[in-house]
């Protein structure tokens, strides 16, 4: 899962990735008070809202850049880092948040992520999260299969997006309770009129590894993005076709 970010870039660009977190948020049935870790906290955005809540909050993520920017951004507040796959938490906590981070965890390393979450809640703590769903981005990711086939390279998709039932499996294996399920389209507008080829450099790094040249690269991007001109980019502006599954788990 482990990936370069733009940290700067990312914070300025992409701000509608802790925005429509905000809603998530909105999931916890916890006191004033209680303690919840941010997951894949990032810039720490969502981690200050929790703290505003009047939660007691500390923010986890692998990306030291982010985490630099967070603890610049928000130093009443605990930043580590740390990989969400393989964590302990010296206290317990009563809520385990996290928003558009578990879809960048390889599908053979979810139930230890789950382990760890369930571990690091008290008992009938809650888990509530939002990331990419079934379908997620399936026009561009399948463009972009098109083009990489077309100059003789095999596209790895660099993300995992489950079913409901699929990941409600995962969570009961591990010991949760199910409380809420949603997979929803949520059409994502980008910003700028470079947005998806922007967001395609922000997000699909892994896949480019095996381009040969700078160049190649730049060209199977343009190609894909004059592809899906047609179907994103609507009204002068460039969408990205997302869909998200949110859900709360309960320790039990």
């Excluded at 701000?15 to 997951?39: C, M, P, R, T, W």
């Excluded at 489950?162 to 980008?190: C, H, M, Q, W």
Aim: charged content about 25%; proline content about 2%.
């Amino acid at each position: 899962m482990n990936i370069e970010w733009d940290a700067d870039k990312y914070t300025a660009d992409f701000s509608f990735v802790h925005q429509y977190g905000n809603s998530v948020i909105e999931l916890i049935d916890a006191d004033k008070d209680s303690s919840v870790l941010d997951l894949g906290c990032g810039n720490g955005a969502l981690a200050k809202t929790l703290q505003e809540k009047g939660y007691l909050v500390k923010g986890l993520d692998a990306s030291k850049d982010l985490l630099d920017i967070a603890r610049k951004k928000y130093p009443t507040i605990e930043f580590v880092q740390g990989d969400a796959t393989n964590f302990t938490l010296s206290e317990s906590v009563d809520v385990v948040f996290s928003n558009a981070v578990l879809h960048w965890i390889n599908q053979e390393q979810q139930q230890d992520m789950l382990k760890c979450v369930y571990n690091a809640l008290k008992k009938n703590g809650q888990f509530v999260f939002e990331f990419g769903g079934y379908g997620n981005n399936q026009r561009i990711h399948r463009v972009l299969e098109t083009y990489f086939l077309e100059y003789g390279y095999c596209y790895e998709m660099p993300f995992y997006f489950p079913t409901i039932s699929e990941y409600a499996a995962l969570l009961e294996n591990t010991g949760f309770r199910v409380k809420y399920a949603v997979l929803f389209d949520r059409p994502t507008e980008l910003k700028g009129e470079n947005g998806l080829k922007d967001w395609i450099n922000m997000f699909v790094k892994t896949p480019f590894s095996v381009i040969e040249t700078e160049q190649m690269k730049e060209e199977i991007i343009d190609k894909v993005v004059e592809e899906l001109r047609g179907d994103l980019y609507i009204d002068n502006k460039w969408y990205a076709d997302y869909v998200r599954i949110r859900m709360k788990a309960i320790r039990l």
